[in-house]
């Protein structure tokens, strides 16, 4: 494809998927280049150079995120959603959440995230600094939530990569890790049971417990926290 029929939206658009398909560390000019059937020099006339390309990818995810409505639904039920939103949308793009290590994301499918998100604290009362540390809060939550998904796609990627089986190397690590958990007491109960199948998933419905119980918190605390 010439370089006068690229367009950056193009680029940007096989930039996630590359992303999606090869990880945070397969994404390289050269084979960005091949799947838009152009010459890599061609994608320079869009984007300064990787580092900008990948700051464009990653704000191109944040408009999949659906905005909920506080006034429709209130606004625990509207955190709530936007906060699932997020998680679904790491979910998607692991590599996402391992550049956020390194690199400062913002543009305009971030701010729109976030100021709607503010908008829904304040909808629920929270004033000034509030709204900002309950949005903190829950996207730091989400954030950490979703790192251990990340960490084992970028795990076996590169497993796969180096020729070795990945799926064989986590079960072997998996049984070394439950053969130590079971010198410790509380582990041992859980592998005796149900768990021991899956000693390394967290329990069913983890994400949302823990959402609850932050949302609890955060609307518990709004009167007592200056704003």
């Known amino acids: 494809m010439p370089r006068d029929s690229l367009t950056r939206e193009q680029i940007v658009r096989t930039a996630v998927e590359l992303l999606d398909d090869e990880g945070l560390d397969g994404l390289n000019m050269r084979d960005l280049g091949k799947r838009l059937n152009a010459a890599a020099t061609a994608v320079y006339w869009h984007v300064k150079n ?3 390309l990948l700051l464009l990818a990653g704000d191109r995810v944040w408009d999949e995120i659906g905005l909920a409505d506080p006034d429709a639904l209130g606004w625990r039920e509207a955190a709530a959603a ?5 998680h679904a ?6 590599w996402l959440v391992q550049a956020f290590g390194s690199h400062l994301f913002y543009g305009e499918g971030k701010a729109r995230y976030d100021d709607h998100c503010l908008a829904v ?3 629920g009362g929270f004033t000034g ?3 900002d540390r309950a949005a903190a809060a829950v996207f730091t939550y989400v954030l950490g939530n979703v790192l251990g998904a990340s960490a084992t796609a970028s ?3 590169r497993l ?3 020729g070795k089986d990945a799926a064989a190397v986590m079960r072997d690590t998996m049984e070394r890790a439950t053969e130590i958990a079971t010198r410790f007491p509380r582990l041992r109960a859980r592998l005796d049971g149900p768990a021991a199948a899956d000693y390394a998933g967290a329990p069913a419905e983890t994400f949302e417990h ?3 119980a932050l949302l609890n918190g955060l609307e518990a605390g709004r009167a007592d926290v200056p704003s």
């Open 160 to 162: 796969t990569r180096g």
């Open 50 to 52: 990787k580092d900008d």
């Open 89 to 94: 949308m790491f979910g998607r793009h692991p």
């Open 155 to 157: 795990l076996t990627r």
């Open 210 to 212: 823990g959402l609850r």
């Open 121 to 123: 604290y304040e909808a």
């Open 129 to 131: 600094a509030q709204a």
């Open 82 to 86: 936007n906060a699932a939103g997020l």
